[in-house]
Structures are given as structure tokens and as C-alpha cells.
T-cell receptor, first 114, second 117 residues
Framework: AQSVTQLGSHVSVSEGALVLLRCNYSSSVPPYLFWYVQYPNQGLQLLLKYTTGATLVKGINGFEAEFKKSETSFHLTKPSAHMSDAAEYFCAVTTTGTASKLTFGTGTRLQVTL | EAQVTQNPRYLITVTGKKLTVTCSQNMNHEYMSWYRQDPGLGLRQIYYSMNVEVTDKGDVPEGYKVSRKEKRNFPLILESPSPNQTSLYFC????????????????FGAGTRLSVL
């Protein structure tokens, strides 16, 4: 079985501050890990993904995440938050080798303040 | 434009009145899936389909039906809706074969907000 845990349902940062959204996974086989973002009144869109290879992956809008097998983590970071980053972020895992059968975390709502 | 289209976007209904939420994708994807999103619970999979006439239950299938008679369409059917099915529903699709499948991306519709009174 696979699962993800997102620590913190709400995170608030100041504009220009570091963004850190935490995700830990559980999987009995090598996982594929994803971060999706949901802007208000929209569907989810892919931010970045880890499948194989380089453990530090870069995504859109300046976000990146590092796969750490020893810590079973895939935390999402951005050096400097922008107001437009305010959204809900979902970590997801699959072990099927494809984008099917994703298991999502409960989400973290990011608030960016002036 | 490549997209997943859900209709309607908003729906208010009453308990027991059958309804269908449609989902259509124009990317020739084999895989399609329905999720419901509830506060504090994230997205939970209702049903999925690996190809035409191949469907299977996800994590929360009770009270829902699906069909996959054509590759592009994957309607979600609530035969007797109840208030606990009030939620935000998302349809998604993904390629399982071909060069695009290596990208491992699910494409989501804009969502259907359902209220069952």
C-alpha cells in the first residue's frame, strides 16, 4: 500500500520568504512522487514530479523538491514566495510506474501575506 | 487545445434524484479517473478506467457508478444522491501508452461542485 502525509493543513509566509511544504510518503516499492497545485476555482495542475534519476527536481514557477529516500520525504520549496503562489498544494504518490492510481495527501493551503 | 471537460460546473439537487456528471477528454488517453475532494481529506479516488469497457473501484466507490463506452467519455452517475455526496468532483485522464505516457502526468478537469439537499 502507498500513502502520503502532508504536515500542516495551512502554511502562512510573508512575500519574499522561503516556502517549505512538507510531504512524507510510505511505499513498499520505489515510488513516483508528484506535487500538484490547485488555484482557487480551478482543477489541479502538475508542479513537478520525481520518477527516477536526479533526486532534486525543478518545477514550474520556481518550485523544487528533493526526494530523500532515507527520510521518505519529498518536501516542496521555493526560495522567495510571491502573492500569486497562494493556492492549495497536494503531494501524491504512485507505485505503478505510470500516472495512474495516484494517492493524494490531504493538501496544504499556502497563504502569502504582504 | 488539449483538455478535460466536465459538465456541469455547479449542480444543486435533492436527495434521491438521479444525476450524471459528464467528463470528456480530447487527448486520446487510455486512463480516466474520478475523484472527490473534501476539506481535510484531500482527493479520494472514486472509480477509474484503464480503457474502454474496463473500469474498477477506487477508494470510495459506494453510491457511484461509471461507464466507459467510448475512449473519450467517462460519466459519473449518482443513481440516488445523498447529502454525504455533497463535494467537489474532479475528472482526470492520463496516457498509458505512447511517448506521452513517459511524462507520468494526470490532466484534471476544472471540477464540478455538487450540493445534495
Amino acid at each position: 500500500a502507498q500513502s502520503v502525509t502532508q504536515l500542516g493543513s495551512h502554511v502562512s509566509v510573508s512575500e519574499g520568504a522561503l516556502v517549505l511544504l512538507r510531504c512524507n510518503y510510505s511505499s513498499s516499492v520505489p515510488p513516483y512522487l508528484f506535487w500538484y497545485v490547485q488555484y482557487p476555482n480551478q482543477g489541479l495542475q502538475l508542479l513537478l514530479k520525481y520518477t527516477t534519476g536526479a533526486t532534486l527536481v525543478k518545477g514550474i514557477n520556481g518550485f523544487e523538491a528533493e526526494f530523500k529516500k532515507s527520510e521518505t520525504s519529498f518536501h516542496l520549496t521555493k526560495p522567495s514566495a510571491h502573492m500569486s503562489d497562494a493556492a492549495e498544494y497536494f503531494c501524491a504518490v504512485t507505485t505503478t510506474g505510470t500516472a495512474s492510481k495516484l494517492t493524494f495527501g490531504t493538501g496544504t493551503r499556502l497563504q502569502v501575506t504582504l | 487545445e488539449a483538455q478535460v471537460t466536465q459538465n456541469p460546473r455547479y449542480l444543486i439537487t435533492v436527495t434521491g434524484k438521479k444525476l450524471t456528471v459528464t467528463c470528456s477528454q480530447n487527448m486520446n488517453h487510455e486512463y480516466m479517473s474520478w475523484y472527490r475532494q473534501d476539506p481535510g481529506l484531500g482527493l479520494r479516488q472514486i472509480y477509474y478506467s484503464m480503457n474502454v469497457e474496463v473500469t474498477d473501484k477506487g477508494d470510495v466507490p459506494e453510491g457511484y457508478k461509471v461507464s466507459r463506452k467510448e475512449k473519450r467519455n467517462f460519466p459519473l452517475i449518482l443513481e440516488s444522491p445523498s447529502p454525504n455526496q455533497t463535494s467537489l468532483y474532479f475528472c482526470a485522464s492520463s496516457p498509458l501508452t505512447g511517448p506521452q505516457s513517459a511524462k507520468n502526468i494526470q490532466y484534471f478537469g476544472a471540477g464540478t461542485r455538487l450540493s445534495v439537499l
